[in-house]
């Protein structure tokens, strides 16, 4: 279990499971990840974290060029993951199944 204060789309700080959480303030959002981490998995797990960002497409109509940006939405995740599972195709598989 994963216990983080979330702020602005971010992880803001993820705290220690012996550190004390009295320093939460009632605005703080707090969100608790339980993990799912198979006990006869013997082999290494990675932490990661996923951001959801928006791409938008701005264009300035005074010098007529475009471009792309992204903006951060929604709370963002965090996966426990084999690390023999850190493939592309795998992590993409990982992130659309924690999604769904």
Do not use: W
Not at 23 to 39: Q, T
Not at 44 to 61: C, M, N, P
Not at 67 to 73: E, K, W
């Amino acid at each position: 279990m994963v216990v983080a204060d979330v702020f602005n789309h971010r992880f803001y700080k993820i705290y220690n499971a012996d550190e004390s959480l009295s320093c939460i303030l009632d605005r703080d959002d707090i969100f608790v990840y339980e993990l799912s981490v198979l006990e006869e998995q013997q082999e290494e797990q990675v932490l990661l974290a996923l951001y959801l960002r928006e791409r938008s497409h701005y264009r300035d109509y005074g010098s007529g060029s475009s471009s792309y940006g992204t903006t951060l939405f929604g709370h963002p995740l965090l996966l426990s993951v084999p690390r023999s599972s850190c493939s592309q195709e795998a992590l993409y598989n990982l992130f659309l199944q924690r999604l769904a």
